[in-house]
């Protein structure tokens, strides 16, 4: 089975300001990790993923995530927080086999930036 | 623009009745993957195909079903509905269907029961 774990369901920081939203994972398995954005209204967004080869993984809009196999983390970071990128963010896991090919999602982290 | 397109945008329903929701994946990809988001239950994933042959079962109900046609759109259908079936539904598709592929997701169907 997998599973994933986002701490904080929301988190707030002030433009220009570092964003850190944190996710664990489960997997018997070696996983496959991605990071989603949701913003109002729509479906969702890739930002990132991490399957095989470099842990730092760079994505869209100035996001990436490093893959901590040691410590199952797969935690999102931004040096510099805009307004735009107030939204929802969710970290999913996958992998081989039957049961483990659907994205399995955390419960979302709500980003605010305040001005 | 995913290149997915989920048809349609909003389904204001009545319990007991069925609906029929419609995805059409991004050209070339041969994976739909069906999800449902709720405030209580969050993203679930609901059921795969993969090149008209159906994948993997994750948290479906029996009164839902799922097909994915030779032109590669895929319906859902909810039958029997009950309140608590008042949803985001997603699809998404991929080029494979095996995991490690990134997902790309429609707007979703906001499916309302009166």
């Known amino acids: 089975a997998q599973s994933v774990t986002q701490l904080g369901s929301h988190v707030s920081v002030s433009e220009g300001a570092l964003v850190l939203l944190r996710c664990n994972y489960s997997s018997s398995v070696p996983p496959y990790l991605f990071w989603y954005v949701q913003y109002p209204n729509q479906g969702l967004q890739l930002l990132l993923k991490?399957?095989?080869?470099?842990?730092l993984v760079k994505g869209i809009n100035g996001f990436e995530a490093e893959f901590k196999k040691s410590e199952t983390s797969f935690h999102l970071t931004k040096p510099s927080a805009h307004m735009s990128d107030a939204a929802e963010y969710f970290c999913?896991?996958?992998?081989f086999g039957t049961g483990r090919r659907a994205l399995t999602f955390g419960s979302g982290t709500r980003l605010q930036v305040q001005p | 623009d995913s290149g997915v397109t989920q048809t349609p945008k909003h389904l204001i329903t009545a319990t007991g009745q069925r609906v029929t929701l419609r995805c059409s994946p991004r050209s070339g990809d041969l994976s739909v993957y069906w999800y449902q988001q709720s405030l209580d239950q969050g993203l679930q994933f609901l059921i795969q195909?993969?090149?008209?042959?159906?994948?993997a079962k994750g948290n479906i109900l029996e009164r839902f079903s799922a097909q994915q046609f030779p032109d590669l759109h895929s319906e859902l259908n909810l039958s029997s509905l009950e309140l608590g079936d008042s949803a985001l539904y997603f699809c998404?598709?991929?080029?494979?269907?095996?995991?490690?592929?990134?997902?790309?997701f429609g707007d979703g169907t906001r499916l309302s029961i009166l």
């Open positions: 999913a896991v996958s992998g």
């Open positions: 998404a598709s991929s080029v494979g269907g095996q995991g490690g592929q990134p997902q790309h």
């Open positions: 991490y399957t095989t080869g470099a842990t």
């Open positions: 195909y993969y090149n008209g042959e159906e994948r």
